[in-house]
């Protein structure tokens, strides 16, 4: 089974992202870059079935040199091949722009590997922009079908089963290969490196496909192929500290708030 995970490098989401106040742009300076949680959780579950069902892990990353590190660290807890997809002409892509680059790049590693991927997992959400669209936009450009929300996945007959997360619980679906799975957080959070995994890592070779190595169409990248525009970056608003109201008993701590409402005009 030949399985690709997409994984994109974002800022250290534990850590409090301030914007700078002329630009509305995202101040950076000391964040550190990590692997997006729920690719991480995409990994994990891909090292998973790997070791329960053989198979080999491709990791694939869009972003500056900056994120081999990520890669790098795919390959420590998992993953046994990494490829890094970097151009300026990339910069300010959208979901679909980003989707559009993923599929080319796809495209490039199956021609120079002489493989075909029977699964592509992609993390449901990045921790930075939020939108869930990459998955389901590259299943649509590689013509392939898609599961969203995937809490689990096992082989069956000649494609899988997937346990789908929904609103009420969740359903099993299966699917036919090659498909393209988002994931959601298991039951389970993804495995440490260890120190002689991290350190073979490090001598890993990581190649890196240019948009001249892809052959993407210029109008299709970056802030001209890409219908989404960001305006302004900024904060929301934080929320105000609660009020205590202490009384003798509840019936005038009741009391007490309805003339507070009431004063405050919102009742």
């Given amino acids: 089974m030949e399985i690709l995970v997409c994984v994109k490098q974002v800022p250290d989401d534990s850590v409090e992202i301030k914007f700078n106040e002329k630009t509305g742009t995202p101040v950076l300076d000391g964040v550190t870059p990590i692997v997006n949680a729920f690719d991480g959780y995409a990994l994990e579950m891909a090292t998973r079935y790997k070791e329960a069902n053989g198979g080999t892990i491709t990791a694939l990353s869009i972003g500056t040199e900056k994120a081999t590190d990520a890669l790098k660290n795919c390959l420590a807890v998992g993953a046994d091949k990494a490829f890094l997809v970097s151009d300026e002409s990339f910069n300010d892509s959208d979901t679909l722009a980003t989707s ?15 493989t075909k991927f029977d699964i592509i997992f992609c993390g449901l959400e990045a921790t930075d922009y939020s939108s869930r669209q990459v998955g389901a936009q590259l299943a649509q450009l590689l013509e392939i079908g898609q599961v969203t929300a995937v809490l689990a996945v096992d082989p069956e007959n000649k494609g899988i089963s997937v346990k789908q997360e929904t609103e009420e619980g969740y359903r099993m679906i299966e ?5 393209v799975l988002t994931i959601t957080k298991p039951d389970y959070d993804p495995r440490y490196p260890t120190m002689r995994n991290k350190m073979a890592a490090r001598k890993v070779d990581v190649p890196v496909f240019t948009a001249a190595d892809l052959g993407t169409d ?24 609660g009020v205590k109201i202490q009384e003798e008993s509840g019936e005038e701590c009741a009391a007490k708030a309805v003339t507070m409402m009431a004063e405050a005009k919102v009742i």
Wanted: proline share 5%; aromatic share 6%.
């Fill in 218 to 241: 210029a109008s299709k990248v970056g802030a001209n192929g890409s219908f989404v525009k960001v305006v302004r970056n900024f904060a929301p608003a934080k929320k105000e500290a």
């Fill in 100 to 114: 559009y680059i993923l599929s080319k790049a796809i495209a490039k590693i199956e021609e120079t590997t002489g």
């Fill in 175 to 179: 699917a036919s290969v090659p498909c």
